[in-house]
């Protein structure tokens, strides 16, 4: 009987096909690093889904590889292809037995790049550093996928990402408030929207107006997603216009450090210089010349090049300055149109002779690496190098300030100042301060000329578009006083801006000359009047 019922048992297996294996035997797992070497896109997609869960230490590795097309399958294996040769994707070790031409990049297309994603997403919230967990959360806040959801979790109960709780808060609130995401309650949903309006900014208004039009939402949430679109458009608004002043005060620094030279060499002197925007120019031009010759000879200093030219600019403007004053400017005093006719022709020959010299297009001034970049405040964008030219723009002030009143030369200055002809008689050397007056206000020119190459076009022309503002800082002000040409300039800045997103940049401009003018009829001296040889004559 039993050999009877063996041989059935044995019939009938034949008869079904059924394979003999042994009892409790299970289906193999595939391997996900051969399932990438598959010529099908479903089998790679499952290979990539399996590393994502895997947590194995080379597999996000792996998956960054793939991500930047250096992948690569054949001769039994997977492998990255490194600069130093091919690198086993499961082990890690370098092979430097097989031949690359007999392997082929892993397959690619868009439905793998968005399984890719989510992948490296995952093993970077348990792998990746602080920014690179960071990095994985903004895109989940962008791109929010449902599937995410368990790894989520898991990450964000980990002690170690106690310092990215809002972050894990904000992407979590991302994936219940999109499509496919699993029900739950209202106060959970109420939650989300509450998290997602914190982070604010486009990012999150794009998210709640999606949600808003979310018909699986509770209609509770889809009304409260809705404030709080409106909540982030108020506050977008408020955080633009506080951008909109950053620039006008970054233009306020450009146009007080163009306007202080102007200031002193006009209010003591009382000359109209028209070539005071070319000896700006000159500054900048002294700043490409001095980091092209440090590139050349000395590379190591390349990073303090612009600091170097700042003593270099100053020299060479205000030489520059001292010889137009004893070439030209000295033989018209008394003569105020003269002097501007004068001044204007020896801005065309500067002018002519960067061009002959430099040529007449742009010159590249590069910015230090040091200066480069920005970095939020708020919902405000600093960008260092205006925030630097700003800082700049104080310090050249407080200096010149000091050495107006703590220097002889600047008692003399404001001797001559007041009372010109009583200095003449107290053995004060009247045209010798008028030299180096001018010579200061062109070195400080020549200062606004390094600052500028910075954040403008360094070119020929480059004086022309700060000459009429320099002017106008200094009359609003008040001829020769400091204080005033820094009130005009932030007045002039700020309002310039802060109008521009109300009625136009254009009509903004036309606007503040307008009240700048009304201004000046009532009060011819500006703002804050100096007593001078100009006024006194």
Known sequence: MRKAGLAFTLCLALVLGAPCAPAGAQEATPDPYAQLASPHFDAIIAGIEALGRSGDDKALATLQALDAHKLMAGSGGVYIHAGTGLVDARTGQQNADIDPATLHLVRFNNRVRLVLATARAELLLAQGSRAEKHDALSRMLTHPDASMLPA??????????????????????????????????????????????????????????????????????????????????????????????????????????????????????????????????????????????????????????????????????????????????????????????????????????????????????TTPGWLGGAFALGGLEITTVRLAIFLFAIAVMAALMLVLRRTPLGLHMRAVTQNRRMAALMGIRTARVDALTFGLGSGIAGLAGVAVSQIDNVSPNLGQGYIIDSFLVVVFGGVGNLWGSLAAALALGLGGKGLEPLIGAVSGKILLLVLVILFIQRHPRGMFPMRGRGIES
């Open 152 to 365: 989520l979790d898991h990450a964000s109960a980990d002690p170690a990402n106690k310092s990215l709780r809002a972050e894990f808060e904000a992407a979590r609130a991302a994936i219940l408030l999109s499509p496919g995401a699993p029900p739950v309650a209202l106060s959970a949903q109420l939650a989300a929207v509450s998290a997602i309006k914190k982070t604010g900014g486009l990012g999150a208004r794009s998210l709640l107006t999606r949600a808003a039009a979310l018909e699986a939402l509770a209609p509770q949430t889809r009304e409260a997603a809705k404030k709080a679109v409106a909540s982030i458009d108020f506050r977008l608004r408020l955080w633009s216009y506080a951008q909109d002043l950053f620039y006008g005060v970054s233009l306020s620094s450009v146009l007080l450090l163009s306007a202080m030279g102007l200031a002193i060499t006009f209010g003591v002197m009382g000359v109209i210089n028209m070539a005071h925007g070319e000896l700006m120019m000159v500054g900048a031009y002294t700043t490409f010349v001095v980091e092209r010759l440090i590139a050349a000879y000395i590379p190591a200093l390349s990073p303090f090049s612009l600091i170097l030219a700042l003593p270099a600019a100053f020299v060479v403007s205000g030489g520059l300055g001292i010889l137009i004053e004893r070439g030209v400017i000295r033989f018209l005093y008394g003569r105020p149109l003269e002097t501007l006719l004068a001044s204007w022709g020896v801005s065309l020959i500067l002018q002519q002779a960067v061009r002959s010299v430099f040529g007449p297009s742009n010159v590249a001034v």
